[in-house]
């Protein structure tokens, strides 16, 4: 068998993502290992943030409708212009955010947008600013463009949420020139929601440098406290920003992998000219099928807010009844998270897997989400994501298990201790 070492990227994206054991072999996603880590304890699962609930009947209604109407060969490289279409129609209604149907380019989730867009637009040994925790693809793809990553802090905030380090920012900004800056607003797993001043100060340090402002507004429907500002409604030049965001959050469809990118249309040219040899074109009929929901026919992204709201309400009340440990009231997403660090010395992972064990309870180490080293590392070295994503009747047992910790530590607040 020939040499797998003899060629390097493969490995060096898996590093990047903090994949690589001590022995030099790969191993699973965070997301992987802790659902195998609640199978094997019969935990709730409050780990990757994948809804426990369904798709709407009407989006799946509509995608059978579209393979029965014969959508069922290659869709246009660019995406079926039925989509392109109710992309700009969504973003203008929704966000008054100005869009022509061809600056839109369709991907496969936002995962695929980003990484064609990083790989598009990042020179070989430029530098990506982005915000610390992220996303596991953005390390992967900056590697994989030949760039290096900065990353500046989102940390606790006194007032109880979430703040960037923006002092450091500038200074980061200054020192290293980015080529690109990434976004995730809503962010995960904090759930802070950047405000137009922030991003106006984003778009300000982004000119400056020269850099584009590549977004990642997945959970765009998902604000519980405030609203979502797109990135290119705020920033000076928008011909700067690649909006990236996708319909897996908003429409309990994360596996039909429904994303897009919107860019000046010669920026977007770029990024399909490297989109198209990672997939060329994918779910044609669930184009044609989300095309329909995004035009506003349906009620259910309203309905699905709600619903999640009163979720995080059940186990953020449970999870902020445990004495000594702090979690978070989410502004937006998925996830509240909690520190545990005032109860014990032990880190995330430990403290994930005590907790699976003795009170079927797992989540995200948010370590996992940071750079080994880093400040964002330090800050959260003992804080936990948990997802409140999952159906109501597991945020509802998990909801149970927090009040049982809670007792138990009441009893003997060294319980967690080792
Ligand atoms: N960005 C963030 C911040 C995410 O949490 C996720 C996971 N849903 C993605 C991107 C990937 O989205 P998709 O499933 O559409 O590829
Ligand atoms: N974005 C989801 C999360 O953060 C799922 C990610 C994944 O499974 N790759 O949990």
């Known amino acids: 068998m020939p040499e797998v070492m003899r060629a390097e990227l493969w490995h060096a994206m898996a590093d990047a993502a903090g994949l690589i054991r001590a022995d030099g072999s ?5 997301y992987g290992e802790m659902t195998a880590l609640a199978a094997r304890t019969g935990a709730v699962n409050l780990g990757q943030g994948a809804p426990g609930t369904d798709a709407p009947p009407e989006l799946i209604e509509a995608a059978a409708d579209a393979m029965r109407a014969g959508f069922n060969q290659y869709a246009p490289g660019q995406g079926h212009p039925q989509f392109l279409r109710a992309v700009a129609e969504q973003r203008r209604r929704d966000f008054s955010q100005p869009v022509d149907p061809d600056q839109v380019l369709f991907t496969c989730g936002a995962t695929e947008a980003l990484t064609a867009s990083i790989l598009a637009l990042v020179p070989r ?7 610390e925790p992220c996303y596991d693809a953005y390390p992967a793809a900056v590697t994989a463009a030949g760039g290096s990553l900065v990353t500046v802090p989102v940390l606790p905030h006194p007032d109880g949420g979430f703040a960037p380090d923006w002092d450091l920012f500038d200074e980061v900004v200054a020192a290293t020139h980015p ?4 976004v995730n607003t809503p962010h995960n797993p904090t759930g802070f929601v950047f405000a137009a001043g922030d991003l106006e100060r984003i778009g300000a340090a982004a000119a400056a440098a020269d850099a584009w402002v590549l977004t990642d507004e997945v959970y765009e429907q998902l604000v519980l406290e405030g609203t979502h500002v797109p990135p290119a409604t705020a920033i000076a030049d928008p011909s700067r920003v690649v909006t990236v965001s996708s319909a897996g959050k908003s429409w309990n469809a994360t596996g039909w992998k429904i994303g897009w990118v919107i860019a000046d249309p010669e920026v977007r040219e770029a990024i399909q000219a490297v989109k198209q040899f990672l997939t060329f074109t994918s779910g044609g009929p669930l184009q044609i099928a989300m095309a329909a929901m995004l035009e506003g026919r349906s009620r259910f992204v309203a309905e699905n807010r709600a619903s999640l709201q009163a ?6 009340d449970a999870c902020r009844s445990v004495p000594g440990a702090l979690a978070s009231i989410p502004a937006a997403g998925y996830f509240t998270v909690m520190d545990f660090s005032g109860l014990t010395d032990l880190d995330a992972f430990a403290v994930n897997e005590l907790l699976a064990e003795r009170f079927c309870l797992v989540g995200i180490p948010v370590p996992a989400l940071c750079r080994e080293g880093s400040a964002a590392h330090q800050a959260y070295r003992a804080s936990i994501r ?3 994503c999952k159906s109501p009747a597991d945020v509802d047992r998990a909801a149970g298990l927090f009040r049982t910790l809670a007792a138990e530590l009441e009893k003997d607040p060294h319980l967690l201790r080792d």
Do not use: P
């Not at 040994?125 to 915000?131: A, H, I, R, Y």
């Not at 080529?179 to 990434?182: F, N």
């Open 125 to 131: 040994g430029g530098t990506v600013l982005t915000f």
């Open 311 to 316: 979720r995080a309400e059940v186990l953020v």
């Open 26 to 30: 790969i191993g699973e996603t965070v």
């Open 386 to 388: 948990y997802s409140f």
């Open 179 to 182: 080529s690109l800056i990434i």
